[in-house]
């Protein structure tokens, strides 16, 4: 395999359609790549999963495509390489945190990104990646937790209502979901929505839930909010 060069690879450089399996249990996070992904003129999704079984179908209808996955999905990795390899195509790999992936997987990965990538970053992986170029892009948890001064400024602004709410938006739900799990009001999740969008600074919940993704302490936060909400609800 040929190792990382430096430079960003452009569409024109690229020449050609790069087909794309995304696999993310985050619905609001596959959206956001979606949208993303859908203005670069040579990269097409041809399918977005959001559990391990319908990751392996969607690998085994479409041989040689770049499979774009996240650590969430619990698929088995080894099994999961092993099948790419027999159908030509690569695997991307998506961390939530910096985490020990083991050197039989890593040596097998054919790119590896952070969840809190830039998306001209994340385009460029994809690129190199489907071009047989080898690429590793993430920082350590520790790095991240150093420069993410805009994400612990945000969460100390929030109340604590108002991150339950951010972390049901990164799960994919809702306002009538929320309203449910909080036992309230939809109107009134909207009402903690407008102030949320003035703290963070974003215009939806599509932005929202991108914003909080990058941005480790807030993210942190979130999940574990979402945690504590999970087991309530169990």
Do not use: W
Not at 75 to 103: C, H, N
Not at 140 to 146: A, F, G, K, Q
């Amino acid at each position: 395999m040929k190792v990382f060069a430096s430079g960003a690879f452009t569409a024109l450089e690229t020449n050609t359609m790069n087909r794309l399996i995304l696999g993310d249990n985050q619905a609001i996070f596959r959206a956001g790549a979606a949208r993303l992904l859908a203005m670069e003129d040579d990269v097409r999704i041809v399918a977005q999963c959001d559990n391990a079984t319908r990751l392996l179908a969607a690998v085994e209808a479409n041989r040689g495509a770049v499979i774009l996955l996240s650590t969430g999905l619990r698929v088995d990795l080894l099994s999961l390489l092993a099948q790419a390899k027999q159908l030509g195509s690569r695997v991307i790999l998506i961390t939530e945190k910096s985490e020990d992936l083991g050197e039989e997987v890593m040596s097998q990965l054919d790119g590896v990104v952070s969840r809190n990538i830039a998306g001209p970053e994340l385009v460029d992986t994809i690129r190199r990646v489907a071009h047989g170029l080898r690429c590793v892009r993430y920082a350590s948890v520790t790095t991240m937790r150093v420069s993410d001064s805009v994400g612990e400024r945000v969460r100390d602004r929030l109340t604590p209502k108002e991150m339950q709410i951010v972390a049901l938006i990164v799960q994919g739900c809702k306002n009538k979901d929320i309203a449910a799990q909080l036992n309230t009001k939809e109107q009134v999740i909207k009402n903690y929505l407008r102030n949320i969008y003035d703290k963070t600074g974003v215009s939806d919940r599509l932005e929202l839930a991108l914003f909080t993704i990058h941005h480790r302490n807030l993210a942190e936060a979130a999940a574990k909010v979402g945690e504590l909400l999970r087991k309530k609800t169990a």
